[in-house]
């Protein structure tokens, strides 16, 4: 248990546990990057993987700005994001645009939590006048900020339309006469494969 007797020890301490957020990272997210198959989503994942390892090498900055060793205390917080992602990540998949659709969920859930951390030390530092350890975090905070939005658009422009199945499609149709079905199908869902063309499994998908 840490004894905190003012901002400053609060800022050292939250420091201390988003560095061991940030080194759990540089762990995890080659796990994820295996287990995913769309090649954007790949590349986001590694492109991120080397800021965050940029990320690890600021907080050392930040700690030695503050004329502290660079310290880990165990992120309770990340390490439970990182066992639920691999948990769905590990789950059985009919389609693998499905799996990553699972894997930006759990990278997402990742961002915002770290922008939250920042996001507090950062209001800290400020107040504390420390510019340098401002400068520091807000190119980082800034660095989560954009990994989120690449998620989201990975999200809406490849995973979650390859994850839907031509089932979805027709009783999307169905419901409202064909108008949003017919757009999905000009973005080319109907083109790709779904577990319907591999057979036998569309009745549980179709009660929705
Ligand atoms: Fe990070
Ligand atoms: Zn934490
Ligand atoms: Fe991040």
Redesign the pocket.
């Known amino acids: 248990m840490a004894s905190i007797d003012s901002l400053r020890t609060l800022l050292v301490e939250q420091l201390k546990?988003?560095y061991?957020?940030e080194k759990r990272l540089t762990k995890a997210i080659p796990k994820l990057i295996k287990k995913s198959t769309s090649d954007e989503l790949k590349t986001a994942l590694q492109h991120h993987l080397d800021e965050t390892e940029e990320q690890v090498g600021r907080l050392e900055q930040a700690f030695e700005q503050l004329d502290m060793a660079a310290k880990a205390r165990t992120?309770?917080?990340?390490k439970g994001l990182i066992e639920e992602g691999d948990e769905h990540a590990g789950d059985d998949y009919d389609d693998d645009g499905l799996r990553d659709a699972a894997i930006i969920g759990a990278a997402q859930r990742v961002e915002h939590y770290e922008i939250a951390?920042y996001g507090t030390a950062i209001a800290h530092a400020r107040l504390l006048e420390l510019d340098d350890v401002v400068s520091l975090l807000t190119e980082t905070i800034d660095e989560e900020k954009a990994a989120d939005k690449k998620l989201t658009a990975i999200a809406e422009s490849v995973v979650n339309l390859d994850a839907a199945t031509e089932d979805e499609v027709r009783m999307a149709g169905r419901r409202s006469r064909g108008a949003p079905a017919m757009a999905m199908m000009g973005r080319g869902v109907s083109a790709r494969s779904s577990a319907h063309d591999r057979g036998g499994r569309s009745s549980r998908r179709s009660r929705r």
């Open positions: 546990d988003i061991d957020a992120c309770a917080g990340m951390a």
